[in-house]
């Protein structure tokens, strides 16, 4: 099974900063990861997927990047509407997520 | 526009089974994969499997296999999700999730996803 680690836990911001999340796998994806946005009470949201690439309607603001084994997640400037939990998913074997990044209000 | 509408909560006793239902509209429900994915209380996200709504194949995570079924009612638009033998750590959120791409083009990125289902397990 490939292990998918989420780094930091949480991350403590204001609006209007940078948030940066950090996805590392277990072994190689080349590029099959996605990221979701879920808030308290929703169903998970796709925010990208094969690493770069916005889902429809996403804004802008959100960004992927990386391949192989390390991934990043950058949120160039936090909107309220931003403050939710993150997850990262792989597909390359079976699917499995990581275990969340929390983006709170500082 | 696409959208996927579970049942409600449930109440089990350990041993019990559960079947959620996934009702999908706004698209060709036979067009598109159908995944199913957990959520234990303030944890995190676990996939199940998915099944194929147009040939009804399947393909299970290894740790459900024998204890989870998925089913699907092509003439209602509804994918199901049975878990049998539950048990206390079986309680959790259940959502349906869409395949983004078309059964030909399939990815296992999962947009939409359904409002989630509680299933509590309890004596």
């Known amino acids: 099974e490939i292990v998918l680690t989420q780094s930091p836990a949480t991350l403590s911001l204001s609006p209007g900063e940078r948030a940066t999340l950090s996805c590392r796998a277990s072994?190689?994806?080349?590029?099959?990861l996605a990221w979701y946005q879920q808030k308290p009470g929703q169903a998970p949201r796709l925010l990208l997927y094969?690493?770069?690439n916005r889902a429809t309607g996403i804004p802008a603001r959100f960004s992927g990047s990386g391949s192989g084994t390390d991934f990043t997640l950058t949120i160039s400037s936090l909107e309220p509407e931003d403050f939710a939990v993150y997850y990262c998913q792989q597909r390359s074997n079976w699917l499995t997520f990581g275990g969340g990044t929390k983006v709170e209000i500082k | 526009q696409v959208q996927l509408v579970q049942s409600g909560a449930e109440v089990k006793k350990p041993g019990a089974s559960v079947k959620v239902s996934c009702k999908a509209s706004?698209?060709?429900?036979?067009?598109?994969?159908m995944h199913w994915v957990r959520q234990a209380p303030g944890q995190g996200l676990e996939w199940m499997g998915w099944i194929n709504p147009n040939s009804g194949g399947t393909n299970y995570a290894q740790k459900f296999k024998g204890r989870v079924t998925m089913a699907r009612d092509t003439s209602i638009s509804t994918a199901y999700m049975a878990l049998s033998g539950l048990r206390s750590d079986d309680t959790a959120v259940y959502f349906c999730a869409r395949d983004l791409g078309d059964t030909l083009t399939t990815t296992a990125w999962l947009d939409p996803w359904g409002q989630g289902t509680l299933v509590t397990v309890s004596s």
């Open positions: 706004g698209y060709t429900f036979t067009g598109y994969y």
């Open positions: 094969d690493a770069s």
């Open positions: 072994q190689s994806l080349s590029s099959n």
